[in-house]
Nanobody
Framework: QVQLVESGGGSVQAGSSLTLTCTAS????????MAWYRQAPGKEREFVAA?????????EYGDSVKGRFTISRDHTEMTAYLQMNSMKPDDTAIYYC?????WGQGTQVTVSS
């Protein structure tokens, strides 16, 4: 059974950077797209970024993070990263990693002004 575990969340000030990590287990190197979503209190889950499986240079971003966040995936295809720069208070949310129909437990990111 595939499991996804996120890490790297925390509390930072506006303008800071943070890197989230999503590590997959229970499968071999996969061809599925790995994606990051986030959910702020009282809001719906929002797409943040995605990176394809076999083509790690193919990425997609939500409008609210374009130019500030970068998603990447290591050569083993088991780990995805989300580099977050120039963070804003609006980035405060629980960040989830998703692959196919599997989700991680989420990691809290809080950005103070």
């Amino acid at each position: 059974q595939v499991q996804l575990v996120e890490s790297g969340g925390g509390s930072v000030q506006a303008g800071s950077s943070l890197t989230l990590t999503c590590t997959a287990s229970g499968r071999t190197a996969g061809s599925y797209t790995m994606a990051w979503y986030r959910q702020a209190p009282g809001k719906e889950r929002e797409f943040v970024a995605a990176v394809q499986g076999r083509r790690r240079n193919v990425t997609e971003y939500g409008d609210s993070v374009k130019g500030r966040f970068t998603i990447s995936r290591d050569h083993t295809e088991m780990t995805a990263y989300l580099q977050m720069n120039s963070m804003k208070p609006d980035d405060t949310a629980i960040y989830y990693c998703g692959e196919n129909t599997c989700w991680g437990q989420g990691t809290q990111v809080t950005v103070s002004s």
